[in-house]
């Protein structure tokens, strides 16, 4: 899953409208940020779910079809849609919705793995093809955005798991999210690296006439081979790239998440320049980029993805990602900052590293209905 900060920065911006929430690293948290299921409990343990899933309160049944094989999808109807950020979260908004946990995109460093081990599930092959779908979600979030103390901040999709995974094919959760939100007047921003995002184009198109919509397009690996290996299950890039344009041409203001960006594998400065003029060549405005971070619940899969496809990297991360540390260090963010951003002037976009603007606002920033065209952001 986009926004991001300063004072200047317009970060949450559509087609007619906009409206400032600041820009940070938030926007790619389903790529790389872990981020807690506050108030997504499905319920309580439940004696009479599948072994197992006893903690899958609301599960209505499982599901397995030969169009999603080796998938399973677990129906749940979900008590809550909304859920809120805790305040002391760095994140830049303030409310989510996801409507499925696990996802069959199944990217070797995504950080929202270790949140299927609360439901009994691994952290592994289950995340990727054990998926939870709410599906109600839509038509309790209708309720929840119908409540009088409901004050129209934005919401943020795409920041635990993917909306645009393979399940939303069969599900089609995503339209009436989409238009539950717009229809209560209530700002919203996708994270995706899926394709079907095609799908609901001219629906957002509809409904950017009434609410600022932010959408954004992770792609961080530009080389097939080396994408289908660590993000077995996303699109390719150039099927991303492609969305980025159609979006593009539908009008909206797309941001681009080249992230994680993998140390030794696409820092190169010829495979950075390979991809930002790719990414400029699909027609988005901006990027955010910045280094691969390696939590713990990723690490694990990561490392063995690490040791199995590129044993002759090992020492190098030990080195850059030493015990416990998630995070690459300063002196190496500093170089891919160097490399990066005469890049981003090279091939006039926008944007810059996700650790320039980390400040969560006090409040969601102000509504700004211009009725002009968004102007460039400037957000670092
Ligand atoms: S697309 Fe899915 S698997 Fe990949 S990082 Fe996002 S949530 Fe994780």
């Not at 677990?74 to 989510?96: C, G, I, R």
């Not at 795409?158 to 089609?172: F, K, S, V």
């Not at 095609?198 to 950017?208: G, S, T, V």
């Not at 971070?293 to 490392?303: D, Q, T």
Request: glycine share 8%; with cysteine.
């Amino acid at each position: 899953m986009g926004l991001h900060p300063t004072n200047n920065d317009t970060a949450f911006q559509s087609r007619s409208t906009e409206f400032i929430v600041p820009l940070s690293q938030v926007s790619y948290l389903c790529s790389n940020i872990g981020m807690r299921w506050q108030g997504q409990t499905l319920g309580e343990t439940d004696a009479s779910a599948l072994p197992g899933l006893e903690s899958l309160g609301g599960l209505v049944r499982s599901v397995t079809t030969p169009e999603f094989a080796g998938m399973t999808f677990h129906e749940v109807h979900a008590k809550s849609a909304l859920n809120h950020v805790p305040s002391a979260s760095a994140m830049p908004f303030d409310w989510t919705v996801n409507p499925y946990r696990g996802c069959s995109h199944a990217c070797g460093y995504c950080f929202a793995r270790n949140t299927h081990t609360y439901l009994d599930l691994d952290a592994g092959r289950d995340f990727d093809s054990q998926v939870v779908v709410k599906v109600n979600v839509a038509d309790v979030l209708r309720r929840e955005l119908a409540r009088p103390g409901w004050v129209h901040e934005p919401v943020a999709l795409g920041t635990n798991t993917d909306p645009y995974q393979r399940a939303e094919g069969r599900y089609r959760l995503m339209p009436g999210i989409i238009s539950a939100l717009a229809e209560s007047g209530t700002p919203l921003s996708i994270l995706t690296k899926g394709t079907l995002l095609r799908r609901d184009l001219p629906l957002l198109a509809d409904a950017a006439a009434s609410v600022p919509i932010s959408i954004a397009m992770s792609i961080a690996v530009f080389d097939d081979a080396l994408q289908d290996s660590i993000e077995p299950g996303t699109p390719t890039a150039a099927a991303r790239l492609a969305t980025v344009r159609a979006a593009t041409d539908a009008g909206f203001r797309v941001t681009v998440f080249l992230m994680p960006i993998l140390p030794h594998l696409t820092d190169s400065t010829a495979m950075l320049d390979h991809a930002l003029a790719r990414i400029r060549e699909a027609g988005a405005a901006r990027v955010v980029f910045g280094a691969l971070h390696l939590r713990p619940g990723a690490k694990e899969w990561f490392w063995q993805w690490l040791e199995r496809e590129h044993p002759e990297l090992v020492p190098a991360y030990r080195g850059l990602y030493p015990g416990v540390s998630a995070y690459a260090p300063v002196g190496y963010r500093k170089l891919l900052s160097a490399r990066v951003r005469p890049l981003l002037r090279k091939h006039r976009l926008a944007g810059g590293a996700e650790e320039d603007a980390e400040t969560r606002p006090t409040r969601p920033g102000p509504v700004r209905t211009t009725g002009r065209p968004a102007e460039p952001a400037r957000l670092f």
